[in-house]
């Protein structure tokens, strides 16, 4: 993919056309390996039927948590998705490339990430729908809300994702760090059990992980309550707004140069 390499201008018009351009180009990349987003529906919808005999029978609230917990897990996972449409620059020799375009460091990391925005809230989307199709879910009154919910966490986890990508020094690294991180850091956020049942040192380690947040979000925001998911809502867009300003920066002051690999 070629961009013109003329000198910067200023223009919204011109800002859109260059991040269009850049989105198509990565969008159909995902959309010629779709494996992955596949992998990241399909596995919670086969655990959710799996497990949902054992939540309800344990739990007075267990098909909201084994459907909001599994999203919200399975979610995480794909931070490795928006590292990859990053780091994959880096592994191409291609950035620099990027870099020299009159795309700023800011257009660039939009451009990279907006098809996997859109690819994470189709995944929560469908998980959510699906609960309430299989599981038992109970239906939201505000689907508005559920969707707000989601695109806040959506952007958390792209923020997350790019930071990551411009830290790490390979591909593996990358996978080793989401992987590992993704189990515990949602599992710690009373994803898989709830926090009420887990060790007094759990759940004072559960308020250091993003996945608390947004676990404690998706389920206010299937209850319909406006005010509960305020509080997580506003940690996860800091977190978001940090991790994708510190992205930023690093890609502007000339990460990934083809040398450090």
């Known amino acids: 993919m070629l961009l013109d390499t003329a000198p910067r201008r200023p223009g919204v018009f011109d800002a859109l056309h260059r ?14 390996d779709p494996g992955q987003m596949i992998s990241y529906v399909a596995m919670p919808m086969v655990l959710m039927l799996v497990l949902k005999p054992l939540y309800v029978r344990a739990l007075d609230q267990g098909a909201t948590q084994i459907a909001t917990g599994l999203m919200v897990m399975f979610s995480v996972f794909a931070i490795s998705m928006a590292g990859n449409a990053i780091l994959s620059e880096r592994t191409w020799r291609t950035w620099d490339r990027l870099r020299v375009s009159r795309a700023p460091a800011f257009e660039l990391l939009i451009g ?5 925005f859109g690819v994470m809230i189709a995944q929560q989307v469908i998980l959510i729908v699906y609960g309430c199709l299989a599981i038992g879910l109970p ?18 986890l792209l923020s997350l994702g790019a930071a990551l990508a411009t830290l790490v020094r390979s591909h593996g690294e990358l996978s080793v760090i989401t992987d590992v991180g993704a189990l515990t850091l949602s599992s710690l956020g009373g994803a898989l059990v709830p926090l009420s049942i887990m060790p007094g040192w759990a759940q004072t380690a559960a308020h250091a992980s993003p996945g608390y947040y947004a676990l404690d979000m998706m389920q206010a925001a299937v209850r319909g309550d406006v005010a509960g998911i305020l509080p997580s809502a506003a940690v996860l867009l800091a977190l ?22």
């Open 240 to 261: 978001g707004l940090a991790a994708g300003a510190f992205a930023a920066r690093r890609l502007a002051r000339g990460w990934s140069r083809g040398g450090l690999l």
């Open 139 to 156: 239906v939201p009154p505000s689907p508005a809300l559920v969707l707000l919910a989601i695109v806040i966490w959506a952007f958390t």
């Open 112 to 116: 990279k990430t907006l098809p996997l």
């Open 19 to 32: 991040i269009g351009a850049l989105a198509r180009h990565n969008l159909i990349i995902r959309l010629r």
